[in-house]
């Protein structure tokens, strides 16, 4: 309450009103004063922590608030004079207050976007560099730009109420707009989805060798949000819509474990002795394992016949590279060390042979063989 002496003064209504914004401005300072002392302390150990962030995003605002709060009660105060320089004041309180609402929520909206805003760049920044989750800066930095829309749009819609605009029916036709906005953006929306599935999962990273059921594969370049960008073995950048993606199934090569299991089918003679072609064939993979860079040194080579063919007694032989680019090089390296060691050993490895019967005749004189 203003004593009824200052009042009805023209002089000591306008110190009542300097006074009451005064200390608002007063206060203003304070907050800037203790804002900045605690952003110096908080800088003490020379890093640019959450805290100092949050710290530096609040002091603009928060001096905003205040000194805007102490116009609006300076002028409150006027509309309790009963001065008539006063007078005109009396009518527009209502006004002032509506005022000074959207402009605190215009504040409130700022500082809040601000504050999310910067707890996404301490996340990008920190937290993926420790874990091995999928919601890595990819996620959040693309999801960075929704924070100020929803924040700014919720303090529109609650302005408007403020200010008397019935936001019912404009958030009910927003909301027939957005169901309509949804079946028309579908598929667009679907990818979005699972590109944002695919990245929390944390299953598909750069750099990762995949293939598709179709039989498409090669290296991740990229996961955006509505499409994965893949490299295939021409060079050729392959760009697969993420729903496609999220509906295939999918081999990731570079998944925990980037060993790959090489397999070298052979065959050899049915006159071949199998104990001598078990040993050359161990003896050559061992080779390879051993000098060959990119195979793994802790996987001993197997060799296992497999089956009677039409020609040959077939065989495989098992090895792992270190990766889906490796297996090409130690199958590379294990077929020619095996065709020039079985040539040196005397193993034979037969052309395809079939037996020909036909009518006797005689000029033939029984069976005929041919080699096909």
């Known amino acids: 309450m203003i004593p009824e002496f200052v009042a009805e003064s023209r002089v000591g209504g306008f110190v009542a009103v300097i006074g009451v914004a005064g200390a608002a401005f007063i206060a ?3 907050a800037h004063f203790v804002l900045s002392l605690l952003i110096k302390y908080s800088l003490r150990d020379g890093q640019d922590g959450l805290d100092t962030r949050v710290l530096r995003v609040s002091r603009g605002p928060v001096v905003l608030l205040l000194v805007s709060l102490g116009i609006f ?15 005109f004041f009396d009518q527009h309180d209502l006004w002032a207050t509506r ?5 605190a929520i215009a504040v409130v909206s700022y500082l809040g976007s601000h504050i999310l805003q910067e707890l996404a760049r301490w996340y990008v920044g920190r937290i993926p560099l420790r874990t091995a989750s999928g919601l890595n800066d990819r996620l959040i930095g693309q999801a960075r730009w929704i924070i100020p829309i929803v924040v700014y749009t919720i303090g529109a819609l609650t302005a408007l109420d403020v200010v008397g605009i019935a936001v019912t029916p404009l958030v009910a036709g927003l909301g027939i707009g957005g169901i309509a906005a949804a079946l028309a953006l579908q598929p667009t929306l679907s990818n979005v989805f699972s590109g944002a599935f695919m990245l929390t999962e944390g299953e598909l990273n750069q750099g990762d060798f995949i293939e598709l059921e179709d039989g498409t594969s090669g290296f991740v370049v990229e996961v955006s949000w509505r499409s994965t960008k893949i490299r295939d073995r021409f060079n050729n950048l392959i760009m697969i819509p993420n729903a496609k993606m999220m509906e295939s199934v999918m081999t990731n090569y570079y998944s925990e474990s980037m060993a790959v299991t090489v397999i070298v089918e052979c065959g050899v003679s049915y006159d071949s002795d199998l104990e001598h072609v078990e040993k050359v064939a161990l003896e050559v993979a061992f080779g390879v394992r051993d000098e060959v860079d990119v195979a793994i040194d802790d996987f001993d080579p197997i060799v296992r016949f497999t089956a009677f063919g039409e020609s040959n007694i077939d065989f495989i032989v098992l090895m792992q590279a270190e990766d889906r680019t490796g297996t090409f090089i130690v199958k590379h390296e294990l077929i020619k060390r095996l065709r020039t060691r079985f040539d040196r050993e005397g193993i034979e490895i037969n052309y395809p042979v079939r037996k020909l019967l036909g009518p006797q005749s005689e000029s033939a004189g029984g069976a005929v063989r041919g080699d096909g």
């Open 28 to 30: 203003a300072g304070i």
């Open 73 to 87: 009660l300076g002028y409150l105060t006027m509309t309790q004079l009963e001065h008539p320089s006063f007078h």
């Open 99 to 103: 005022v000074w609402l959207v402009v």
